[in-house]
T-cell receptor, first 116, second 110 residues
Framework: DTAVSQTPKYLVTQMGNDKSIKCEQN?????MYWYKQDSKKFLKIMFSYNNKELIINETVPNRFSPKSPDKAHLNLHINSLELGDSAVYFCASSHGAHFAARYGYTFGSGTRLTVV | QQQVKQSPQSLIVQKGGISIINCAYENTAFDYFPWYQQFPGKGPALLIA?????SEKKEGRFTISFNKSAKQFSLHIMDSQPGDSATYFC?????????FGAGTTVTVRA
């Protein structure tokens, strides 16, 4: 199946832990994104990589660090997890930043992170 | 700071009715205006999009109306069906970023 796949789908962890979310796309896209969706369903961009280069880095705590080993993968590592980090994290990809608007972003199904 | 303001937060419509969702923006640098549809447990998916030099775009039962001077755009869902029940997000793009509205949860009653 051609898609954007994220793992894990659910992640429950204690405060202070470090966790990673992985994302892979097989669509041949060269731009990938991380979005955070809060409990009110608001979607906010966190990071974007184009050809492994960081092009968007929104005001996100330093505890969040993205890594893109190649164009098809974008991982998100979170250190010292806090209660407020609980949210659904979506990975997305698109055909280049310039074409993203016209052809749309393809989103993964999300990772529901719960910090207890 | 939300760059795209969306209303209403939720709406309920009878099967066969018309759903209307409104959005407004301030940033004149926005150069494309897509709408995304999200079902529970899924990621958003592109539904329809419009350029700012076009006043209306129709795809099947979905129509975007765009008013550049008022900096407003809206989504009309004609002949709403239960399968249309989802959360709809308007969005706008500028400088490689896709900025979303707060979302509207649409419930279509059979």
């Amino acid at each position: 199946d051609t898609a954007v796949s994220q793992t894990p789908k659910y992640l429950v962890t204690q405060m202070g832990n470090d966790k990673s979310i992985k994302c892979e796309q097989n669509l041949g896209h060269d731009t990938m994104y991380w979005y955070k969706q809060d409990s009110k369903k608001f979607l906010k961009i966190m990071f974007s990589y184009n050809n492994k280069e960081l092009i968007i880095n929104e005001t996100v705590p330093n505890r969040f660090s993205p890594k893109s080993p190649d164009k098809a993968h974008l991982n998100l590592h979170i250190n010292s997890l806090e209660l407020g980090d609980s949210a659904v994290y979506f990975c997305a990809s698109s055909h280049g930043a310039h074409f993203a608007a016209r052809y749309g972003y393809t989103f993964g199904s999300g990772t529901r992170l719960t910090v207890v | 700071q939300q760059q795209v303001k969306q209303s209403p937060q939720s709406l309920i419509v009878q099967k066969g009715g018309i759903s209307i969702i409104n959005c407004a923006y301030e940033n004149t640098a926005f150069d494309y205006f897509p709408w995304y549809q999200q079902f529970p447990g899924k990621g958003p998916a592109l539904l329809i999009a419009i350029r700012p030099d076009v006043s209306e775009k129709k795809e099947g039962r979905f129509t975007i109306s765009f008013n550049k001077s008022a900096k407003q755009f809206s989504l009309h869902i004609m002949d709403s069906q239960p399968g249309d029940s989802a959360t709809y997000f308007c969005a706008a793009t500028a400088d490689y970023k896709l900025s979303f509205g707060a979302g509207t949860t649409v419930t279509v009653r059979a």
